[in-house]
């Protein structure tokens, strides 16, 4: 039974998720502040949290950071509709995918399902078993571990599964579209934010140079493709 931590301080929506995804079949501990739930974090963590933004105390933003700064535990954030600036804010903090409020219980269970899969990444049919070396970067399939200059390299489960995705056939180009089927489980319709966000933080890690990448390399009106070339 997949565990989920819900950090809401609306007692009214907070309670009405809870029973949603309880009925689901979830285990669900819900709490009201941002340092209830960092301390829920450390003290046994959840399969998946999902986090509002907009908290009293520390808000979601700073909730984030630093559950994405101590591990890869899938964050599923609920926004304010339409508000763009928190969409991406929030992306950017570390968040694997997003909710826009109000929430509607089978869309956050889709959501929640979608990146419980994305924690273990199932082989790409395109790519060859083993390990693999691009330049800097090994790429283990089988242990699901990436190393760059032999050192360990810490990805979410979204940013290990679009580095899975792309590096299964380098130099092919992949349209934001195909990767938010591929990676997020969502058609056409999907946010291409998602995939934007989720490509800058891979940048961050893998790349020597964010600015000028040699392994998630943008090709401008198509997408990306994984080098190097």
């Not at 934001?176 to 490509?199: H, K, T, Y």
Request: net charge negative; hydrophobic share 45%; charged share 30%.
């Amino acid at each position: 039974m997949p565990r989920v931590l819900l950090i809401e301080d609306d007692a009214s929506v907070r309670d009405g998720l809870r029973m949603a995804l309880t009925y689901q079949g979830h285990a669900v501990d819900a709490v009201a502040t941002g340092e209830e739930g960092l301390a829920a974090v450390a003290a046994d963590p959840p399969d998946v949290v999902v986090l509002d933004l907009m908290l009293p105390g520390v808000d979601g933003f700073e909730v984030c950071r630093r559950i994405r700064a101590d591990g890869d535990l899938p964050i599923i954030m609920l926004t304010a509709r339409n508000d763009d600036i928190d969409v991406v804010a929030g992306l950017e903090a570390g968040a694997d995918d997003y909710v826009a409020k109000p929430a509607q219980a089978r869309v956050l269970e889709a959501r929640i399902r979608a990146v419980l899969r994305r924690s273990t990444p199932e082989r790409h049919p395109d790519a060859k078993p083993g390990r693999e070396r691009h330049g800097a970067l090994t790429i283990d399939r089988d242990a699901l571990v990436v190393t760059k200059d032999g050192a360990p390299v810490a990805l979410a489960p979204t940013e290990l599964k679009l580095l899975l995705e792309l590096s299964a056939s380098p130099g092919r180009v992949h349209s934001r579209q195909q990767l938010l089927q591929a990676v997020w489980d969502q058609a056409f319709l999907g946010d291409s934010r998602l995939v934007d966000a989720c490509v800058q933080r891979l940048r961050a890690k893998l790349e020597d140079d964010p600015a000028a990448p040699k392994y998630v390399q943008t090709l401008r009106g198509f997408g990306y493709r994984f080098g190097p070339l």
